[in-house]
T-cell receptor, first 114, second 112 residues
Framework: AQSVTQPDIHITVSEGASLELRCNYSYGATPYLFWYVQSPGQGLQLLLKYFSGDTLVQGIKGFEAEFKRSQSSFNLRKPSVHWSDAAEYFCAVGGSGNTGKLIFGQGTTLQVKP | DARVTQTPRHKVTEMGQEVTMRCQPILGHNTVFWYRQTMMQGLELLAYFRNRAPLDDSGMPKDRFSAEMPDATLATLKIQPSEPRDSAVYFC??????????FGPGTRLTVT
């Protein structure tokens, strides 16, 4: 079955500290992988995506993610977190088919301590 | 900067009333998705269209919800009659093929 698991429902980090949000997926074909961020009262914004090629992808707002096929993971990282990064983060997986349908994880809420 | 737009942004209505939410996808995108987000259920896919044709609406309560795309620039989601349990944020997203979805700001619906 196709699924996305974000093991951490809630994470708290101090401002300036590094961040890693975990994402594991189960998908029968070559996965297309995405990370989205949702600030309170806002829609989901696309942070970055992976289709093929270099397994380390760069996104907006200083985020990056690494695709590890052997671990079925696509973890999101940021070297130094800012207070404005407090939000909910969603990992999603889709396939190369033209529908563009995505399967989303349950989300990880990031709290940033001053 | 192309964006998905949704109207209204907020809607408060009484139980039993009809609610219509509208979405303008990004020009050139051929796929439109409707989602519902609640604290309890998280993000749920209700329906989606490709080239204005419905591909899947299995996520929608069929008896009260309907989704249409009258033209390529407008998608609508209707609830008739509305119930308190329909209170949620409804998102529209558009995309082109498998390259990702772009979300609108949402319609926050409250049914009293």
């Amino acid at each position: 079955a196709q699924s996305v698991t974000q093991p951490d429902i809630h994470i708290t980090v101090s401002e300036g500290a590094s961040l890693e949000l975990r994402c594991n997926y189960s998908y029968g074909a070559t996965p297309y992988l995405f990370w989205y961020v949702q600030s309170p009262g806002q829609g989901l914004q696309l942070l970055l995506k992976y289709f093929s090629g270099d397994t380390l992808v760069q996104g907006i707002k200083g985020f990056e993610a690494e695709f590890k096929r052997s671990q079925s993971s696509f973890n999101l990282r940021k070297p130094s977190v800012h207070w404005s990064d407090a939000a909910e983060y969603f990992c999603a997986v889709g396939g190369s088919g033209n529908t563009g349908k995505l399967i989303f994880g349950q989300g990880t809420t990031l709290q940033v301590k001053p | 900067d192309a964006r998905v737009t949704q109207t209204p942004r907020h809607k408060v209505t009484e139980m039993g009333q009809e609610v219509t939410m509208r979405c303008q996808p990004i020009l050139g995108h051929n796929t439109v998705f409707w989602y519902r987000q609640t604290m309890m259920q998280g993000l749920e896919l209700l329906a989606y269209f490709r080239n204005r044709a419905p591909l899947d609406d299995s996520g929608m309560p069929k008896d009260r919800f309907s989704a249409e795309m009258p033209d390529a620039t407008l998608a609508t989601l209707k609830i008739q009659p509305s119930e308190p349990r329909d209170s949620a944020v409804y998102f529209c997203a558009s995309g082109s093929g498998p390259l990702g979805q772009y979300f609108g700001p949402g319609t926050r619906l409250t049914v009293t």
